[in-house]
C-alpha cells in the first residue's frame, strides 16, 4: 500500500488566507504565513495521516504521537461510561510537550528534550510536585508509544534517566500543603449556603468522606440496618484496583439524611435542582412583599435547570462563593477530609483512621491527619 501524502499548505489568493484540501474539502487556517495557520494546518494534516494509517516509527512526529495516545486514554480512563480528570491531567502535560517538540520525530525524541519540556513548566510557574507528575505522564506516554511499536525501545529506556526535581535543589514553585479547615471559617458561611451545600459540609465533617463520594450519596445506596449505617458509593476513587469503599455514618449523621431521605431511592440525596427551587421559592417570596424589577426581559431570559446531583466542582464553587460573602479565606470540600483525619487520629490512633477513610497504607493518613502538637507536649511534659 503506498504512504499516504501529506496534503500542501496552500495560499488562497483572493483572501490572503491559508488553505489545505482534506479529502476534496478545503479548510481556511488563517492569515497564510501565521503561526496560527501553520499550527492548525499541523493538526489537520497529523490527524488525516493517522486516520489513514501512517504511523510508521519513520515518520510519526511527537504530535502525532500525543493525537493517539490521547485517543487511548479517552477510553481507557473511563469510570461508569464517563471520562475521568487524569484525562485532563495529561491534556495539560502534553500541552507544554506539543508546544516544544509537536513536529520533532518521537523516535529521536530523548533526556535533553524531555528536560527542555520541564524547564517549560518550571517557566510558566507549575508547582514542582505537578511538574514531577507531568514529566512522568510525557514518560508512561512514551512507554505506552513502546508496547504499541510507535517508538523504539531505546526512547523509554533513555527517558527513564530523568529523574525527578528534588525540593529546595531547584527553581522550580513549590506547592503549599493542605490544611484542616478552621472552624470558625466553616461556620462563617452557614448563612450564605443553600442546606444542601451545608448537609453535605456537615456530613462530610462527620464521616471523613472524600467530595466526589458526598455528592452521590443515594438512598438505595445506604444500608439502615443496625444502629451505625454503611454507605457504599456507587463510584469512588480507587474501585480500578478493586477495592470496596464502606462509609460509616453515626447517630449525627444519620439526622442529617433522615431529613432529607426521600421515597425515590435512586434520587441523590443532595440535589441542586431542590436548592434551586428553595432559591427561586425565597426569591418569589421577596418579590410579594417588595417591588421587584427584573433585570433581563422574561423571554430572553436563559432557560437553565441544575443536574440532578452536584458534582466536584459545583460543591467547591458553592463554598468559594459563601467564603467571598462572610469575608472569610477560600477553602476546599477537601479540606475537610483533613479536618476529620486529625480528629480521627488524636482521638483514636492513625489505624481508626486509615480504616474510617479508607486508605490502604496508614502512610497515606499520615499526610491527610496534622500532628497532635499538644498531645506530643504533654507527653514530653510528663517524661522529663
Known sequence: MPKARKPSYLLHRPSGQARVRIDGRDYYLGLHGSPESLARYEQLTSEWLLRHGDTTRSTLTVGDLCL??????????????RITSKVHCIRVALRYLVAECRSML??????????????AMVDDRVVRVSLNRHVGRIRRM???????????TTVWTALQSVSGLQRGRTIAVESVAVRPVDEVHIEAIRAYVSRQVWGMIELQTLTGARPGEIVLIRG???????????????????????RRRVIFI?????????????????AYLFSPREARDDFDAKRRLRSQ?????????????RQWRPGEHYNE?????????ACDRAGVPRWNPNQLRHNAATFLRREFGIEAAR???GHASAVTTEIYAEIDHDKARAIIGRVG
Open 68 to 81: 493517539l495516545y490521547l485517543r487511548h486514554a479517552e477510553q481507557h480512563y473511563r469510570k461508569n461510561g
Open 106 to 119: 518521537a523516535a529521536q525524541f530523548g533526556p535533553k528534550l524531555l528536560k527542555q519540556v520541564r524547564q
Open 142 to 152: 512514551f512507554k505506552w508509544g513502546v508496547a504499541e511499536e510507535y517508538v523504539p
Open 220 to 242: 438505595c445506596d445506604l444500608n439502615m440496618t443496625g444502629p451505625i449505617w454503611e454507605f457504599v458509593p456507587e463510584s469512588h476513587k480507587t474501585e480500578h484496583h478493586g
Open 250 to 266: 453515626g447517630p449525627r449523621g444519620q439526622t442529617i439524611l433522615q431529613e432529607i431521605l426521600q421515597s425515590d431511592l435512586q
Open 289 to 301: 412583599t417588595q417591588r421587584h424589577t427584573p433585570r433581563v426581559a422574561p423571554e430572553v431570559r
Open 313 to 321: 466542582h459545583s460543591y467547591r464553587t458553592a463554598i468559594h462563593r
Open 355 to 357: 480504616t474510617i477513610l
